[in-house]
């Protein structure tokens, strides 16, 4: 496969269960990133990993959990999750240091929270 | 701050009508521009970037121009078709702590018709 990818594609969990989103990017990246896109609201950068390490976490609930083990994988571990959370997320990954700072962008996840 | 302002959508036009999205933005430094397409169901794609003042990008017939001057990115196509139907998202980079981010705006719904 090439460019990131992500699954699963679709979740429906309860608010009282515990899953998680996974990503990965094919394209030898250093740095990955967590969006969340909601109807009607700009996209919002949830988490940033730039050589496995967080670097940036803006004001996100703690029932999110990011975990980056190596510079390929990313994932977003969730629990006792709220309806309003429902929405798409999208994983993206960049090359930090070249002066071209172009993301790329998985296709997704749709969760649906109950 | 850092700001990205674009037309308030939803665009409708015909088949092969002339296209324009406007985006402004506001910034410290000097970012780079881009444009980012969303087609249903998938996730965001780069359509066009720029990284510097009076940089032209531009693909798949369409471009944008960065001006420094009146602060605008806007995103134009002579001739638009039913398959250029999607959300369209002008974002600018800035340097976070220790990886770059992108700041988005609200998107724009465009709709071709045959």
């Given amino acids: ?114 | 701050g850092n700001s990205v302002t674009q037309m308030e959508g939803p665009v409708t036009l015909s088949e092969e009508a002339f296209l324009t999205i406007n985006c402004t933005y506001t910034a410290t430094g000097y970012p780079s521009l881009f444009w980012y397409v969303q087609y249903p169901g998938e996730g965001l794609q780069l359509l066009l970037k720029a990284t510097k003042a009076d940089d032209k990008g531009s693909n798949k017939g369409f471009e944008a121009t960065y001006r420094k001057e009146t602060t605008s990115f806007h995103l134009e196509k002579g001739s638009v078709q039913v398959s250029d139907s999607a959300v369209y998202f002008c974002a600018l980079s800035v340097k976070g702590q220790g990886a770059q981010k992108l700041v988005f705006g609200q998107g724009t719904r465009l709709t071709i018709n045959p």
């Fill in chain 1, 1 to 114: 496969e090439t460019g990131v990818t992500q699954t699963p594609r679709h979740l429906v969990m309860g608010m009282t269960n515990k899953k998680s989103l996974k990503c990965e990017q094919h394209l030898g990246h250093n740095a990955m990133y967590w969006y969340k896109q909601s109807a009607k609201k700009p996209l919002e950068l949830m988490f940033v990993y730039s050589l496995e390490e967080r670097v940036e976490n803006n004001s996100v609930p703690s029932r999110f959990s990011p975990e980056c083990p190596n510079s390929s994988h990313l994932f977003l571990h969730l629990h006792t999750l709220q309806p309003e959370d429902s929405a798409l997320y999208l994983c993206a990954s960049s090359q930090e240091g070249l002066t071209s700072d172009t993301q790329y962008f998985g296709p997704g996840t749709r969760l649906t929270v109950l």
